[in-house]
Each structure stands twice: as structure tokens, then as C-alpha cells.
């Protein structure tokens, strides 16, 4: 059974880089499949983030691209997000997840999610 | 704004059917595969529909999926409360702005 875990600082201030880690047990991130980042502001829908692919192709929302990082370590099954220059807007549940890639675009595994709040 | 439309409400007694729509366009609806998901409160969201119509393993064959066109929908039927969930549909989009993309979201409220 896939299972993921996002873990990381639960209040970052403004201007800050936001930092995420999605910990996956149960499969092999180095395999086929995407694996991806959506977030939640509160009381608000999903927004993707940014998905990876092959342990280096990214593909970043256009609305976030100019700040988004996502990198793979395969060495520790994980992926990671930063996100720099935050502001209060940034402010929403993090959850990571297995992206079924193209061309059927679904996210099939999501972790529980993390709140991160933007706040000095 | 989201790309994709869905109503922000939709509600329905027990054991009825209820259908919810998702909008979209040529760029993302009308040329890709729909996927839908039942997020239950304070939750994580949950894959109820992909490929526009197919079930993953463990979703109830009350969940049901179509796509025409532009435009999808999500189908229960055999209402419980236990569906009062907000749902989103989602796919690719390769407009300018391209990715993946949801819609608003829907909140069904079984009365």
C-alpha cells in the first residue's frame, strides 16, 4: 500500500522559503509514476503546485513557477518543495501525492496534508 | 478563478441520485480525461473517478462518471450521509495556463 507523509515547519514567515518533504513508503520513487504537491488555502479548492517526473523533469503551475523548487531524493524515497518570497496568500494545507502523469493527469495516493501558516 | 466550473452547492435526501457538473473547454475537458474527488471534512482528498469513468479499487458502484464534450459529471446515487463531502473534478489543461487544474469544488449536502 502507497502511503505518503508530508512533514515541515508549520508557520514560516513572510518573505521566507516555505520547505516541504513528502515521505513515500510502500513504493519506489525512482519507478513510474509522477509524484506531485497541491495545497489548500482554508475554506478554499485545490490548487496544484508542481509535479516531477523521472527523478528530474518538473512541471510547475505558471501562477507559482517563478518561486517553486521541487527536487527528488530517490537515496531517502522522498520528494520535496520550497516555495520563496511567501506572503499571508500561501497560507493553505499542503498535501502531497502520486501523480498518474500523462495523458491521464490524476492523482491517485495523497498524503494527510500539512498546514502551513505565513506569519510574522 | 478556476478553469474548470463546478456548482458550489448541490444537495439531495437519503437514497436519492444527485449529479454534479464540471465545465470546462476545448483546452482541458474537451481533450483530456476527467478525474473526480470526494474530500470529507477535514480530510484529505480521496480519487473516486479517473479516465472520466473508471471506479479504483474500493469506490462503490454508486460513484459513477460521464464526459460530453466540454463538460462532465459526477453521479451518486443511493444517497448516505456519509457522502456530504465537498467534490472536485480535475484534468490537463494546454492553455497558457497549462497543468493540471481542478474545479471550485462542489459541496453536497445529503439532507
Known amino acids: 500500500q502507497v502511503q505518503l507523509q508530508e512533514s515541515g515547519p508549520g508557520l514560516v514567515k513572510p518573505s521566507e522559503t516555505l520547505s516541504l518533504t513528502c515521505a513515500v513508503s510502500?513504493?519506489?520513487?525512482?519507478?513510474?509514476?509522477?509524484w506531485g504537491w497541491i495545497r489548500q488555502p482554508p475554506g478554499k479548492g485545490l490548487e496544484w503546485i508542481a509535479t516531477i517526473y523521472d527523478s528530474g523533469t518538473t512541471y510547475y503551475n505558471p501562477s507559482l513557477k517563478s518561486r517553486v523548487t521541487m527536487s527528488v531524493d530517490t537515496s531517502k524515497n522522498q520528494f520535496s518543495l520550497n516555495l520563496s518570497s511567501v506572503t499571508a496568500a500561501d497560507t493553505a494545507v499542503y498535501y502531497c501525492a502520486r501523480d498518474y502523469g500523462s495523458p491521464r493527469y490524476f492523482f491517485d495516493y495523497w498524503g494527510q496534508g500539512t498546514l502551513v501558516t505565513v506569519s510574522s | 478563478q478556476s478553469v474548470l466550473t463546478q456548482p458550489p452547492s448541490v444537495s439531495a435526501a437519503p437514497g436519492q441520485k444527485v449529479t454534479i457538473s464540471c465545465s470546462g473547454s476545448?483546452?482541458?475537458?474537451?481533450?483530456?480525461?476527467v478525474s473526480w474527488y470526494q474530500q470529507l471534512p477535514g480530510t484529505a482528498p480521496k480519487l473516486l473517478i479517473y479516465d472520466n469513468n473508471k471506479r479504483p479499487s474500493g469506490i462503490p458502484d454508486r460513484f459513477s462518471g460521464s464526459k460530453s464534450g466540454t463538460s462532465a459529471t459526477l453521479g451518486i446515487t443511493g444517497l448516505q450521509t456519509g457522502d456530504e463531502a465537498d467534490y472536485y473534478c480535475g484534468t490537463w489543461d494546454t492553455s497558457l495556463s497549462a497543468g493540471r487544474v481542478f474545479g471550485g469544488g462542489t459541496k453536497l449536502t445529503v439532507l
Open positions: 510502500g513504493y519506489s520513487i525512482s519507478s513510474t509514476y509522477y
Open positions: 476545448s483546452s482541458n475537458i474537451g481533450n483530456n480525461y
